[in-house]
């Protein structure tokens, strides 16, 4: 269900189409589009459609779409065919380097992933 929007928002703005984007998957919850500067061979942006800022950000009564976006993550692994695996990633406020202040899953794979990351 759609229940947010910020005007100023990127993210928000490729949800609504108003910014192109390549997108992946969509449902009635999420959308979720190839990132602009992929950092792996499959690099995808699970977003809620609704405006939540961060993780940090998330309200019990989140819990059902914080599922979901991993729910689609996985469902996308496992079209583009990571088998082998992969990460999914919540950068979460400055020092956890989030750049864009609308809650995102990045979803990475593809290549074998170093850890700990930077
Ligand atoms: P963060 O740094 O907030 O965890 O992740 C933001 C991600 O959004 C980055 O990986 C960045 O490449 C991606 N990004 C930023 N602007 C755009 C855009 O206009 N289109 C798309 N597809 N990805 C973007
Ligand atoms: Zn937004």
Redesign the pocket.
Known sequence: MYTGHAMSC?FCK?VDGT?P?TPVYQDELCYA?????PQAPVHV?VVPREHIVSMDECKQSNCNLMGHLLWAAAEIARAKGLGKGYRAVL?TGSDG????EHL?V?LLGGRALSWPPG
């Open positions: 990127l490729i910014i984007s589009f190839a990132d602009i500067n942006l950068n380097g989030q750049s864009v995102h990045h």
